[in-house]
């Protein structure tokens, strides 16, 4: 059974940065494609970035493309999310997973993020 634990949430303000990390265990992190995505207050979960098994490419949504970067550690099995100029915008709680629903395990609890204006 493969576990996923996100953090490094928190709240901030506007314009401020938060690193958001993703540890894995329990399976073979570095085959598969790895995202973040996020759900906002009163919406569904969305895509937000993510990075091949190599980690030569990332992938990100338009909301946040130029904002956060998306890092990953085969070694440590960890992912890493970069998040600069966050916005208001930005709240909500951030899960990590495979990036292919057929790949995708248990959600783990996600980490909120706050952005206060």
């Known amino acids: 059974q493969v576990y996923l634990v996100e953090s490094g949430g928190g709240l901030v303000q506007a314009g401020r940065s938060l690193n958001l990390s993703c540890a894995a265990s329990g399976g073979t992190f570095a085959s598969y494609d790895m995202a973040w995505f996020r759900q906002r207050p009163g919406k569904e979960r969305e895509f937000v970035a993510l990075i091949t098994s190599s980690g030569l490419r990332t992938v990100y949504a338009d909301s946040v493309k130029g904002r956060f970067t998306l890092s990953r550690d085969n070694n440590k099995s960890t992912l890493h999310l970069q998040m600069n100029s966050l916005k208001p915008e930005d709240t909500a709680v951030y899960y990590c997973?495979?990036?292919?629903?057929?790949?995708?395990?248990?959600w783990g609890r996600g980490t909120q993020v706050t952005v206060s204006s």
């Open positions: 997973n495979a990036h292919r629903p057929d790949d995708q395990v248990p």
